[in-house]
């Protein structure tokens, strides 16, 4: 049984993330950790790293970055509130993703365009700023 246990402490860096639900794939998880979306104590590494309980992380998926600390490892995947179980985000991390989450949603990231305004959307433009070319 002693092997046993030896065996479950070795576990792949993007199997874990896959077991914790980071990513839906194994594959997505190794690609993530080789394009540097995924650092282990402020490292890049590979997708072979044995992550250890206590080992802090910060992961980068879509929009949200997250540092999370391992709390349990695990090479199986299972239930959404056992997955969650594995791990334990920061505070700050937390406070981060909710006020980025809000800038997204109150639009401050950009002004997302279709190109060139068309010559009504000029116009209607000129006459908000106040300076209009009729005269």
């Not at 056992?82 to 800038?103: D, G």
């Not at 401050?108 to 365009?113: I, M, Q």
């Amino acid at each position: 049984m002693a092997q046993k246990s030896e065996e479950d402490d070795k576990i792949r860096l993007d199997k874990w993330l896959w077991a914790a639900r980071f990513y839906k794939t194994r594959t997505l998880a190794k690609a993530a950790i080789e394009s540097g979306k995924v650092h282990c104590r402020g490292e890049r590494c590979k997708p072979g790293k044995e992550p250890r309980v206590g080992d802090e992380l910060q992961i980068r998926t879509g929009f949200e970055e997250r540092t999370v600390v391992i709390k349990a490892l695990s090479n199986v995947r299972r239930g959404a509130p056992e997955a969650q179980a594995l791990y334990a985000e920061t505070e700050a991390s937390i406070a981060k993703r909710e006020a980025a989450a809000a800038m997204r949603k109150a639009g401050a990231l950009g002004v997302s365009t279709d190109g060139k305004p068309s010559k009504k959307q000029r116009r209607d433009l000129f006459k908000f700023r106040g300076n209009s070319n009729d005269e």
